[in-house]
């Protein structure tokens, strides 16, 4: 009898071993299906979310391209003081196929293949609806109303926008319009047509503009809106009619740019002046969601810029973004009870920078210029060089 239940013991102890070794040699599978997706909410969201990371930015700093300067330097209102920066490559020439100047061609393909994947997804997904939700105080649908079709516009606006900066950079690009099977031969496109993909942002723009909110509360602000979409269509319009796209001159295209541009303007004076110029100029600097701009996403907080960009004799001051004389003598000078032309030639240079524009101090740090920056121990200094 013992040797039986010994036995037993042994067999069973063999069962369990076996099971729990064939338990922990599963490998391990994080990957979701597409039906997952589908059935959760957050995942829903999250692929869309996601598509607004991929809009077209440079990660090293702000406004600028590859870190160092900011866009002015590649115009004839600034300079870059160092000579093996991005910016400074590209306003030398030294740019082409093997020396890619802002790069956005991966990170915008990869956010409208997150757009299209969504679109794909989104009218079989139980889990966002198209209810209507009203303001219990104004009675007016809220942003939370026919989330399904708002979400929709969403990755429509995004796609076109992506479009619209691929072109700009590359003019005919192919055009993916579907989520493509990950095939070399099926990636093997042509590229289409500059105009033939201007049709189809327009198209997405108006689509779009027909579903996205005016404006959001401050929790979700940052999402597209009905006027970034009016926007991005006149936009993409002004630039199809200019000489470099329409070197015919058609007419009708700036007749079509014209018509964008007043509906853009139209919908803000219908919306309280939604849009609108700051009475102080410098604030549009210092306002996360301000008047004077129609769209603008989140980020994380960051201090580069003024690393970047302020003179070297300040703290971590790399001075980077230099103003030329052009771009100063640009500046009004008040004479009188009035601003004028400043004329360089009948001023002197102590008094160049007496009587200007406001705007000039906003805009210039100049030689004894105030600099006040908690970037800086928040101390008030005085400016012994010039910069941006």
Known sequence: MKRYIFNIVIFLFGVSFCSCESMLEKEFDDTL???????????????????????????????????????????????????????????????????????????????????????????????????????????????????????????????????????????????????????????????????????????????????????????????????????????????AASPLNNPTNDREKWKSAADAAMDVITFSETNRDVYKLNATFANVFSSVYDPEIIFACQYQNRNDVEFMNVPNGFSKGNGHTNPTQDLVDAFEVKVGDKYVPYDPETMNDDQMYQNRDPRLAATVLYIWGVIRSGFFGGLRKRAKSVCL
Request: glycine share 4%; aromatic share 8%; charged share 25%.
């Open 33 to 239: 299906t597409i039906d997952q997706v589908k059935q959760d909410i957050d995942l829903m969201s999250g692929l869309l979310w996601a598509a607004y990371s991929d809009l077209p930015r440079n990660d090293a700093s702000f406004n600028c391209i590859g870190g160092d300067a900011m866009l002015d330097c590649a115009t004839d209102d600034g300079m870059e003081s160092s000579i093996s920066s991005e910016i400074h490559k590209m306003t030398k020439g030294a740019w082409g196929p093997t020396q890619v100047i802002d790069d956005q061609w991966s990170r915008l393909y990869s956010g409208i293949r997150k757009c299209q994947l969504f679109l794909s997804c989104i009218d079989e997904s139980p889990v966002i609806s198209n209810n209507e939700i009203l303001d219990p105080i104004t009675g007016k649908p809220t942003e939370n109303s026919n989330m399904r079709e708002r979400m929709k516009s969403e990755a429509l606006f995004l796609q076109a926008f992506m479009y619209a900066e691929l072109i700009k950079r590359y003019r005919d690009v192919p055009f993916v319009n579907s989520v493509l099977d990950p095939d070399p031969e099926v990636l093997d496109m042509p590229r289409t047509s500059y105009h033939v993909i201007v049709d189809s942002i327009v198209s997405w723009c108006d689509e779009a503009a027909l579903h996205l909110p005016n404006t959001y509360s401050s929790s979700t602000k940052g999402h597209a809106t009905r006027g970034a979409a009016l926007m991005l269509k006149s936009r993409v319009l002004l630039y």
